[in-house]
């Protein structure tokens, strides 16, 4: 089976450098014998920085980044010359993905726009030099402060697609052919289960050269919250999504039902996503004559807009943007950004079962720590900010 270009899970090692060793140096000239200190400064360690990237839309290309480390500061030299500072690590990521400590499980940071950048791991202050501790009574003194170590820390890297409207709907339910119908995505469309494997993002084009972004996931079914199906793996993308499109078939024996059962997944994987606007679309609507559609509305939920579509006819999308675009544009409907720190303990079960596909798939092996010859023990100092 191909490999799939969606990679949305990625643990990596980062390591910030160390700051540079301060010198200790007393200037000696022939005609200066007794110069007094000049050791200069160490410099800066590297940063390790996450930025978003708007040209990113899945983490692949951090899959087999195992380890990131950044620049070692350089040391100090003599006539007060200043170590070099250590490189910077940029890591770029796509808007939408979150940091958690892979040991802790808490979350770090979050990067959610174009350009954001965010310091991970800071990198070591560089020592001062033995020219910044002369005194009137120390006029030569003999030592220098190392520089901070560096930090390090086995990071996850989580993606949640950023929408306004995220799909929610079982299988075969006519999410990708809506997606299609709406925008120019073109997501795989066949007459089987589970089509999409992967989520999709597709722009919806609406009136005066305005437009909403809407994700396509995977059909959730009954019990995924058990792990049935492909489980709830990617309604992590809709975690982020102001707007949650439930979509059923008219031609489904209990609408309601349908729509109750995808409620009830929704709140094992997270009950804060109830407290979302949402929608109903009743799709496949080309079956079904106006009488029969009369009949089916006394049935339905009464607590959400209700729109009967047809994507391949196109019944019903104008007034579905409509009704999409209205419930976007309310005041009760912000966008939440997610950046508490028990983000996690709804979906503890579920990132255990990412941990155990990926190491099926020999992706999330335990990270052996590189030998450091190069690194010194640095004993723990105090800064003297006024020195």
């Not at 590297?46 to 899945?58: D, E, P, S």
Request: glycine share 10%; hydrophobic share 35%.
């Amino acid at each position: 089976m191909a490999e799939s270009n969606f990679v949305d899970y990625v643990k990596i090692l980062c390591r910030s450098g160390k700051g540079g060793r301060g010198s200790m140096h007393l200037k000696h000239l022939k005609y200066n014998y007794n110069g007094g200190p000049d050791g200069g400064d160490g410099g800066r360690g590297g940063n390790i920085i996450l930025r978003g990237n708007h040209n990113y839309w899945t983490l692949l290309h951090l899959r087999f980044q195992r380890h990131i480390f950044a620049e070692h500061g350089g040391n100090g030299g003599a006539d007060k010359c200043h170590g070099t500072d250590g490189k910077d690590i940029y890591i770029d990521v796509p808007p939408g993905t979150v940091v958690y400590n892979a040991e802790t499980g808490k979350f770090v940071c979050d990067v959610s726009y174009d350009g954001q950048e965010v310091i991970l791991l800071k990198g070591g202050r560089g020592g001062l030099g033995n020219f910044q501790f002369r005194t009137a009574t120390n006029q030569a003194p003999r030592f220098a402060q190392p520089g901070e170590p560096m930090q390090e820390m086995t990071i996850i890297l989580e993606l949640k697609l950023l929408a306004d409207v995220g799909l929610v709907g079982f299988p075969n339910a006519g999410k990708s052919t809506l997606v299609s119908s709406l925008s120019n995505a073109r997501p795989k469309i066949a007459n089987y289960p589970f089509t999409t494997m992967e989520p999709s993002l597709g722009i919806v084009a609406y009136r005066d050269n305005k437009s909403f972004v809407m994700a396509d996931i995977p059909g959730i079914i009954e019990g995924a919250s058990e792990g049935k199906g492909l489980g709830l793996r990617f309604l992590r993308h809709i975690e982020r999504n102001s707007l949650l499109l439930f979509m059923v078939p008219g031609d489904t024996d209990d609408i309601r039902r349908e729509y109750e059962v995808l409620l009830n997944e929704l709140r094992q994987f997270n009950p804060e996503m109830l407290s979302k606007h949402r929608v109903l679309a009743v799709t496949k609507c080309d079956l079904l004559d106006e009488e029969l559609i009369d009949m089916l509305r006394p049935s339905l939920p009464d607590d959400l807009p209700v729109v009967f579509i047809s994507a391949v006819t196109g019944m019903g999308l104008d007034e579905l943007k409509d009704v999409l675009w209205r419930e976007l544009n309310s005041e009760s409907n912000k966008l939440e950004v997610i950046t508490s720190t028990d983000t996690l303990i709804h979906r503890d079960k579920d990132m255990s079962r990412f941990a155990k596909e990926l190491v099926a798939e020999g992706e999330d092996e335990d990270i052996e720590y590189l030998d450091a010859d190069d690194i010194e023990d640095i004993e723990d100092f105090e800064y003297d900010e006024e020195a």
